[in-house]
């Protein structure tokens, strides 16, 4: 079975160069990723011995990403959808991404979830990320496009981001599932799901044992080592 990811994504923080790199060092655990702000990356690159280096988007050239050492890129985060990025661009980022050997993860996921809906039905949640895939998905036509592992989906449902209210991991497993069924029906393609949304360290564990997640992708709780830890040592 394959190691857990845990991915730690930082968004626009921390403020200042020093707190960046005090905080990789921190955070410098094996099996995990950090992605810092673009502006600190080269830095960060520097004092990172464990951990692998990721890009919160492909803002650069994919080339001069790996020169920089990064090795995942996150695509696609709601920050990004919010500001104007369409479905067309993210999947044309997605697909450069692949196509040259950088890890891709896409993240997908509904704005909210419908009342009236029984709760472990989620019958409207997959019809939007069924819809989301199909469109972010387009141009991964087949397996020789995609180096074995290199696609990962992180379910983020918006409602859960940065919201300290997270998803029941019960659902976030049948929604797991439903992507990994989905995607290998249309493209023929394994991806690994990862889920994101408020995750602590006191429910980390939980999400982690549970079926059809293969890791996690931290915002908050990835600023604050102490708590990234505790979540690594779960992985
Ligand atoms: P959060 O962010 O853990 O702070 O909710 C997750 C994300 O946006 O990737």
């Given at each position: 079975?394959?190691?857990?990811?845990?991915?730690?994504?930082?968004?626009?923080?921390?403020?200042?160069?020093?707190?960046?790199?005090?905080?990789?060092?921190?955070?410098?655990?094996?099996?995990?990723?950090?992605?810092?702000?673009?502006?600190?990356?080269?830095?960060?690159?520097?004092?990172?011995?464990?951990?692998?280096?990721?890009?919160?988007?492909?803002?650069?050239?994919?080339?001069?990403?790996?020169?920089?050492?990064?090795?995942?890129?996150?695509?696609?985060?709601?920050?990004?959808?919010?500001?104007?990025?369409?479905?067309?661009?993210?999947?044309?980022?997605?697909?450069?991404?692949?196509?040259?050997?950088?890890?891709?993860?896409?993240?997908?996921?509904?704005?909210?979830?419908?009342?009236?809906?029984?709760?472990?039905?989620?019958?409207?949640?997959?019809?939007?990320?069924?819809?989301?895939?199909?469109?972010?998905?387009?141009?991964?036509?087949?397996?020789?496009?995609?180096?074995?592992?290199?696609l990962?989906i992180?379910?983020?449902?918006?409602?859960?981001?940065?919201?300290?209210?997270?998803?029941?991991?019960?659902?976030?497993?049948?929604?797991?599932?439903?992507?990994?069924?989905?995607i290998?029906?249309?493209?023929?393609?394994?991806a690994?799901?990862?889920?994101?949304?408020?995750?602590?360290?006191?429910?980390?564990?939980?999400?982690?044992?549970?079926?059809?997640?293969?890791?996690?992708?931290?915002?908050?709780?990835?600023?604050?080592?102490?708590?990234?830890?505790?979540?690594?040592?779960?992985?």
């Open positions: 079975m394959m190691k857990k990811l845990i991915i730690g994504n930082w968004k626009m923080n921390p403020t200042t160069l020093k707190e960046a790199v005090k905080l990789a060092k921190a955070s410098d655990k094996n099996g995990t990723v950090i992605a810092p702000p673009f502006v600190f990356i080269e830095e960060v690159a520097k004092v990172l011995k464990k951990a692998t280096l990721g890009a919160q988007d492909l803002k650069i050239s994919p080339e001069e990403s790996k020169r920089l050492g990064v090795k995942y890129v996150i695509i696609g985060h709601s920050d990004r959808r919010a500001l104007g990025e369409t479905d067309a661009m993210i999947a044309k980022k997605l697909k450069i991404a692949v196509a040259q050997g950088l890890k891709a993860i896409l993240c997908i996921g509904e704005p909210k979830r419908e009342s009236g809906i029984k709760n472990n039905e989620l019958r409207e949640a997959k019809r939007y990320i069924k819809n989301q895939l199909k469109k972010d998905l387009v141009g991964i036509h087949n397996s020789k496009f995609i180096i074995q592992n290199s990962i992180a379910y983020e449902p918006i409602w859960a981001i940065g919201t300290g209210q997270n998803d029941a991991p019960a659902d976030v497993s049948e929604i797991a599932r439903f992507i990994k069924q989905s290998f029906k249309s493209h023929k393609l394994k690994r799901v990862l889920y994101g949304g408020s995750v602590n360290a006191k429910d980390a564990k939980l999400f982690l044992e549970t079926r059809n997640i293969n890791g996690l992708l931290i915002g908050g709780a990835s600023l604050k080592p102490k708590e990234f830890n505790k979540i690594i040592k779960n992985a």
